[in-house]
């Protein structure tokens, strides 16, 4: 049976922001656009849904095709759709994000990119489209959600120390946080676990190795 539909489709897309910890900074990664519109600027990885594939399938594809990355895990961010967004006609995007460890990561520049790159938060280059708007977004959600999820687990390498841990959740929030406090609600999430091997930083006695339980999912903890 055939439809006559009365309205305009738009087009949909998905943009994905990929946060990591580098040289101790938070950072972003960005691709160098090589097509108009915004030839030449700096955006996040995305791109247009197949007809026959998820959103999340399409975001996981455009991610992996532009940069190199296959993120094991990807959450939905948001839906961005102002009507004059982007130039070419109407486009909705659904954003998505995801922390992934930077030891894990090797990037790469597709043919549709003129370049890939990691850009530090507080020094980030003029976006295409309203990838600002997405980006901020985005780390205001990182922010809140540290609170009450353990998305941060998804930054840490395989094997970390309480007090890396503890680090990394300063530099995201950007406050200094109580040490005893913060391995005690750590540890009473029963989310990672101990390795049995120690490592020495610097002149402090050795600090415990700890490894997360199953990084194949984020958890809500209140």
């Not at 960005?30 to 007809?51: C, N, S, T």
């Not at 399409?58 to 993120?71: H, S, Y």
């Not at 020094?123 to 997405?134: G, K, N, R, V």
């Not at 005893?180 to 609600?185: D, E, I, Q």
């Amino acid at each position: 049976m055939a439809y006559e539909y009365e309205y305009p489709h738009p087009a949909v897309t998905v943009d994905v922001v990929i946060f990591t910890i580098r040289s101790d900074e938070l950072k972003v990664l960005l691709i160098k656009r090589a097509l108009e519109p915004f030839v030449g600027r700096w955006a996040l990885p995305g791109g247009f849904v197949d007809l026959k594939e998820s959103l999340l399938d399409a975001a996981k594809r455009e991610l992996r095709e532009e940069t190199g990355v296959a993120a094991a895990y990807l959450e939905q961010l948001y839906t961005f759709g102002e009507p004059d967004r982007d130039p070419r006609e109407r486009v909705i995007s659904v954003a998505y994000y995801a922390l992934m460890p930077s030891d894990a990561l090797e990037i790469k520049a597709a043919s549709d990119a003129e370049g890939v790159g990691w850009f530090t938060i507080d020094e980030l280059p003029e976006l295409a489209f309203d990838h600002s708007e997405i980006l901020q977004m985005a780390l205001e959600r990182l922010v809140a959600k540290l609170d009450y999820s353990t998305i941060a687990f998804q930054l840490m390498p395989e094997e970390f120390t309480m007090p890396e841990l503890r680090h990394l959740y300063e530099l995201i929030t950007r406050e200094e946080i109580d040490a005893r406090n913060f391995a005690k609600r750590i540890l009473a999430l029963d989310v990672i676990e101990p390795t049995g091997r120690d490592r020495r930083e610097g002149a402090h006695r050795p600090a415990k190795l700890y490894r997360v339980k199953d990084r194949s999912k984020v958890e809500v903890i209140k």
